[in-house]
């Protein structure tokens, strides 16, 4: 497709499960960065990528969240042990390497945690 | 460290001017980017602002002034489409892009 992808597009898992959340950014894009946004709050930003690099993890809430990016382009968000708190949509974002300041978003996951 | 800041909420009246602001704090921003979120879907660009002044992309401009660490979003004519979340963003010198919380528009018949 010629947009973002993410997949799932809902996941409702039960609290202490772990969960993968998947982005396949539009092809050439290198820069890739997740964020979070509950229910009517702003884009909380988590991590980004440039390649296969995080030069920013300062975003991610807790070390149950991890992320990695292979080949320069798909990147999953593992968050393990879900809480309830987690329950928010996940978005994610790339950029052309000639255009950093516009983002093209993926339609987002929208997990919820029992 | 770095944050933007705007209103939560605006209203407005179908087809009048409604200016959405945007302040940051921070030091090394390249310029200050809009988007515009509808309840349920994913944000969308709307513009981008490298220097100083004004950007006028049909009925939305935007503005910028780098001495006053400030911006804006002007829509015009406005729509009942446009209601909407807008959120400004701002992108340092490490590619790391940072939101603010959103602006909330409301737009009455």
């Known amino acids: 497709g010629a947009g973002v992808s993410q997949s799932p597009s809902n996941k409702v898992t039960e609290k202490g499960k772990d969960v993968e959340l998947r982005c396949d950014p539009i092809s050439g894009h290198t820069a890739l960065y997740w964020y979070r946004q509950s229910l009517g709050q702003g884009l909380e930003f988590l991590i980004y990528?440039?390649?296969?690099?995080?030069?920013?993890k300062s975003g991610l809430p807790s070390d149950r969240f991890s992320a990695e990016r292979t080949g320069g382009s798909v990147s999953t968000l593992t968050i393990q042990r879900t809480q309830q708190e987690d329950s928010a949509v996940y978005l994610c974002?790339?950029?052309?390497?000639?255009?950093?300041?516009?983002?093209?978003f993926g339609p987002g996951t929208r997990l919820t945690v029992l | 460290g770095q944050s933007l800041e705007q209103p939560s909420e605006v209203t407005a009246v179908e087809g009048a001017i409604v200016q959405i602001n945007c302040t940051y704090q921070?030091?090394?921003?390249?310029?200050l980017s809009w988007y515009q979120q509808h309840d349920g879907g994913a944000p969308t660009f709307l513009s981008y602002?490298?220097?100083?002044g004004l950007e006028e992309t049909g009925r939305f401009s935007s503005f910028l002034s780098r001495s006053d660490s400030y911006g804006y979003l002007l829509l015009q004519e406005l729509q009942m489409k446009d209601s909407a979340s807008y959120f400004c963003?701002?992108?340092?010198?490490?590619?790391?892009?940072?939101f603010g919380k959103g602006t909330r528009l409301h737009i009455l018949p």
């Open positions: 963003a701002g992108r340092n010198r490490d590619d790391k892009i940072i």
């Open positions: 921070t030091s090394g921003f390249y310029g």
């Open positions: 974002a790339t950029t052309a390497s000639h255009s950093y300041n516009e983002q093209f």
């Open positions: 602002n490298a220097l100083d």
């Open positions: 990528f440039q390649g296969n690099s995080a030069p920013d």
